[in-house]
């Protein structure tokens, strides 16, 4: 069974960096489309960037030209560097594939942007 280890949060000021990683165990990573997804307080989670096995990436408006998602096939991680962080960048950040019947999600890691 495919699972996800996300780290990396933590509580930051506006306009601060972090880096986000995700480990994936128990499934043949490189041919997934990965996703890293957040979820803000009071709200549903929503797909944030996405990677697939070619390298095409794709963002959400509100982090373009702010977040940059990368992936390496032979760790199986998938990486979201977060730059100018926003107060709104604030929740709970998984990854996950972009399958309509995905695996578990993990425990996710929580990013608070806040002075």
């Known amino acids: 069974q495919v699972q996800f280890v996300e780290s990396g949060g933590g509580l930051v000021q506006p306009g601060g960096s972090l880096r986000l990683s995700c480990s994936v165990s128990?499934?043949?990573?490189?041919?997934?489309?990965m996703g890293w997804y957040r979820q803000a307080p009071g709200k549903q989670r929503e797909l944030v960037a996405s990677i697939n096995s070619g390298g095409y990436i794709n963002y959400v408006q509100s982090v373009k030209g702010r977040f940059t998602i990368s992936r390496d096939n032979a760790k199986n991680t998938v990486t979201l560097q977060m730059n100018s962080l926003k107060p709104e960048d604030t929740g709970v950040y998984y990854c996950?594939?972009?399958?309509?019947?995905?695996?578990?999600w993990g425990q996710g890691t929580q990013v608070t942007v806040s002075s």
């Open positions: 128990g499934g043949i990573f490189s041919i997934y489309t």
């Open positions: 996950n594939t972009l399958t309509a019947a995905k695996p578990p």
